[in-house]
Structure formats: C-alpha cells, structure tokens
C-alpha cells in the first residue's frame, strides 16, 4: 500500500497563484492537482509509462517470472510429450527426464514433478513465491550432484500453464489502477490509458480523503494494491511531484500569456 498526501503546504510558492490565475478557489486548484498526481503515480508505477510498450513489457516481465528466460530462471516448465512418455521415477522419487550426448542425465523429483497439477495447484505454489509484487524463488538455478542435473523447476501440464501464464498477463497495470482509480474518485481518468483502466472493473484499490474545506486544505491518496509501494519507489514519487509542479507553472505561463495577448488586442 502507498499513500501521499496532497496538501496546499507541498505547492506554497505556486498554489496561491495557480488558483488566482485560474479563477478558482485553492480546495478546487488542489482537487485538480491531485488528480494530476495521481495520474502522474500511475504512469510511474511498474512497469513505468503508459505506453503499449510498457503494457507488453509488463506481460514479459511476467512470463519471464514464471516460465524463465532473459536472466530469470523461472518456477514453472511446462510438461512436454517426450517427458510425459518417458519419465521414470526410482524408488527414492528421483524421476530421470531425460539425458544428453555429454551422458549428463537432467532430472526432478516427485514433489516437483505434477502431472496432475491444475490451476489451483499452480496458482498456490505461484502464490506462495510472489513477495512484494515480485517472484522470489525465480532466480534460482539448476542442482548438480554427480552426472545428474535437477532442474529446480515445477514441471507441469502445458495447457493449465498457459492459462494460468495468461491470467497473470492480464493483470498487467494492477498496481497502476490504485492510482487511476483516485484520479476517477476525484474526476476522471484522463490520460491513462484503457489497459490499465480496465482494471477499475473489477477491482477498486484506491481511495481519497478530501480534506480541502480544512484551513489548510489537503487531499490524501492512497493506493491499496499490497505492493503498491515497491513498484513506486520514493525517487519516483518526488520526481512525479516536480512533474505536477511544472505543469501548473506551465499552465499559468499560458494562460497569462493568453491574457496578456487579449489586452494588446483589446488596446
């Protein structure tokens, strides 16, 4: 869970100004700027941007976790044809998969090896090892003892895998709704895209508190998605606050110069 708040003190040398210049009230500048934040939190939050790049690198990062590849080792390997045809199990419940030309032989054992296992099942071990909004037994390597080597993997059904590859696919942008989900409870969700977006509709993991009709007026976001802080580090939230920063200077630069030019013409 990650939580900041939005308050007039954070923006005191340009939230007085904004709201003058934007002939608005400063509880409405800071409802307006919230919303700014939060969708710049959730362009921020991992996988970072809102691009369908971003989209597809999450849903890379993901089966990368689970199957392997690009450094990661892995937790799942789906059970093959060959595997399932000539697998043999010994009596200590080592189970030989197969060898290779160099006599090595590569193996598993019956605790690892679940020919039966179904969604469930994958989605427990699975469940089991993903801390943090990260996969913590994914990086481990194969065990060498002898000519053997056991493959430190959970083998199998390929179909239940790819299922349960894809579900998990589809939850790319999770952590980015929390947010998304603050900016829509304080207006909308402009700007952030519909991949992440679609998220809301099953889930809503985050809330606000306005406390704009306080003296001081503030606005607290909170992103309730477990792991919403280590896929939001702390440089990532200052940064996105300067971000929101610049952009009301932005805006009030414009729209003084658009007053300006109107009195010229006016004269």
């Keep these: 869970m990650a939580s900041i708040k939005f308050e007039n ?3 005191a040398e340009i939230m007085k100004d904004y709201a003058t210049i934007l002939e608005v009230t400063i509880p409405e500048a800071v409802r307006i700027n919230a919303r700014l934040l939060a969708v710049e939190f959730s362009r921020r939050t991992q996988p970072f941007g809102f691009a369908d790049k971003s989209h597809k690198q999450g849903q890379g990062a993901i089966a990368r976790d689970i199957l392997g590849g690009k450094k990661r080792y892995g937790l799942f390997a789906p059970i093959t044809d ?3 045809q000539n697998a043999e199990e010994n009596s200590t419940g080592t189970i030989r998969l197969f060898a290779n030309k160099k006599g090595e032989v590569y193996g598993s054992d019956a605790a690892h ?3 039966g296992a179904t969604p469930s099942t994958i989605r427990g071990i699975h469940k089991d090892a993903f801390k943090n909004g990260r996969m913590s037994s994914a990086g481990t390597s194969d065990r060498r003892i002898g000519r053997w080597v056991f493959i430190n993997k959970y083998f199998v059904p390929k179909s239940p895998l790819d299922d349960f ?3 998990q696919q589809a939850k790319v942008g999770l952590a980015k709704s929390g947010w998304a989900q603050c900016a829509k409870s304080i207006k909308n969700t402009r700007g952030i895209p519909s991949w992440v977006t679609k998220q809301l509709s099953d889930r809503a993991l985050g809330n606000v508190e306005d406390r704009t009709a306080n003296k001081a007026p503030t606005m607290v976001l909170t992103n309730t998605c ?4 280590d896929v939001l580090p702390t440089a990532q939230q200052l940064e ?3 971000i929101v920063a610049g952009k009301m200077k932005k805006q009030m630069t414009k729209i003084l110069k658009y007053r300006q030019k ?3 013409e006016a004269a």
């Design 82 to 84: 060959f595997m399932a």
């Design 262 to 264: 109107q009195i010229q």
């Design 240 to 242: 996105g606050q300067n």
């Design 9 to 11: 003190l954070k923006f």
């Design 226 to 229: 477990r792991y919403a802080s």
């Design 113 to 115: 090896f679940l020919t």
């Design 165 to 167: 590859v894809a579900s």
